[in-house]
Antibody, heavy 120, light 107 residues
Framework: EVQLVESGGGLVQPGGSLRLSCAAS????????MNWVRQAPGKGLEWVSY????????YYADSVKGRFTISRDNAKNSLFLQMNSLRDEDTAVYYC?????????????WGQGTLVTVSS | EIVMTQSPATLSVSPGERATLSCRAS??????LAWYQQKPGQSPRLLIY???TRATGVPARFSGSGSGTQFTLTISSLQSEDFAVYYC?????????FGQGTRLEIK
């Protein structure tokens, strides 16, 4: 069974930093592209960042470019999101998500999410 | 960035009836479109990808159609567990943009 478990969320002041982690199990992690998607309270979904299986291709939403860094450790089946210079508008539940695979990038598996609250 | 627009924002339907949800893209996305269901307090669930392919375990009452800029999610006979928020998403062009969602509520 595919499992994605996020951790690292919490309350942080504006301008601060957090590092989110996603522990993956139940599949060959190194074969799949991985994603971070967020959802502000009461709002819709926003795709934040994406990393290819070998980390050669990385994308960021314009809203986080230059502040967030996605990375992965295939040996430890883990995905990360380093978030710096946090703003109030970064407050959201952050989901780790895995695509369908075989070149299909729809988001088939999602973690339970971790809440990041940016507030003074 | 491709803008995805869903309509209506809220749809009220009685159990057992058919629901039709629409999604329009600001430019062609071919068939690179997915539909997700999200219930309160839960993570999104993939229903449809490639515009019309049901994801694993998704009941046959869910169907997707369309290509280019116009897409439809149809739920043929609504069950109580289908009342939720539904999002479309194009994932062929970065960033993979989502629609704002359609809330499907019990009439």
């Amino acid at each position: 069974e595919v499992q994605l478990v996020e951790s690292g969320g919490g309350l942080v002041q504006p301008g601060g930093s957090l590092r989110l982690s996603c522990a993956a199990s139940g599949f060959t992690f190194s074969n799949y592209y991985m994603n971070w998607v967020r959802q502000a309270p009461g709002k819709g979904l926003e795709w934040v960042s994406y990393i290819s299986s070998g980390s050669s291709t990385i994308y960021y939403a314009d809203s986080v470019k230059g502040r967030f860094t996605i990375s992965r450790d295939n040996a430890k089946n883990s995905l990360f999101l380093q978030m710096n210079s946090l703003r109030d508008e970064d407050t959201a539940v952050y989901y780790c998500a895995r695509d369908v695979g075989r070149g299909n990038y729809a988001l088939q598996h999602w973690g339970q999410g971790t809440l990041v609250t940016v507030s003074s | 960035e491709i803008v995805m627009t869903q309509s209506p924002a809220t749809l009220s339907v009685s159990p057992g009836e058919r629901a039709t949800l629409s999604c329009r893209a600001s430019q062609s996305v071919g068939s690179i479109l997915a539909w997700y269901q999200q219930k309160p307090g839960q993570s999104p669930r993939l229903l449809i990808y490639g515009a019309s392919t049901r994801a694993t375990g998704v009941p046959a009452r869910f169907s997707g159609s369309g290509s280019g800029t116009q897409f439809t999610l149809t739920i043929s006979s609504l069950q109580s567990e289908d009342f939720a928020v539904y999002y479309c998403q194009q994932y062929g062009n970065w960033p993979g943009t989502f629609g704002q969602g359609t809330r499907l509520e019990i009439k």
